[in-house]
């Protein structure tokens, strides 16, 4: 059974880190593109970074570049975020998912709550 678990999500002070992991099971993980979204309440999902495999190019949106990394290690099939200088409007539910290089099959974690507050 293919499956997406994304952990490591809380609160946060402004100015604090978090490290977001997502661990996939029951596909050939080294054959997916891995990319975090975010969805705050009220508003739309949007791409957070997306990283290819093995990993030679990443891509981030413009709102956490810098503070922001994406890496991912084949041999344990977990794709991560490391989340640096967090602010209030990086308050979202963050998801995890995987596209398929070479086809149009796509999968989704059930998201991860992170939430940056005083």
């Known amino acids: 059974q293919m499956q997406l678990v994304e952990s490591g999500g809380g609160l946060v002070q402004p100015g604090g880190s978090l490290r977001l992991s997502c661990a996939a099971s029951g596909f050939t993980f080294s054959n997916y593109v891995m990319t975090w979204y975010r969805q705050a309440t009220g508003k739309e999902r949007v791409l957070v970074a997306s990283?290819?495999?093995?990993?030679?190019?990443?891509n981030y949106a413009d709102s956490v570049k810098g503070r922001f990394t994406i890496s991912r290690d084949n041999a344990k099939n977990t794709v991560y975020l490391q989340m640096n200088n967090l602010k209030p409007e990086d308050t979202a539910v963050y998801y995890c998912?995987?596209?398929?290089?070479?086809?149009?099959?796509?999968?989704w974690g059930q998201g991860t709550q992170v939430t940056v507050s005083s």
């Open positions: 990283i290819t495999s093995p990993g030679s190019r990443t």
């Open positions: 998912n995987a596209d398929y290089k070479w086809g149009d099959v796509h999968y």
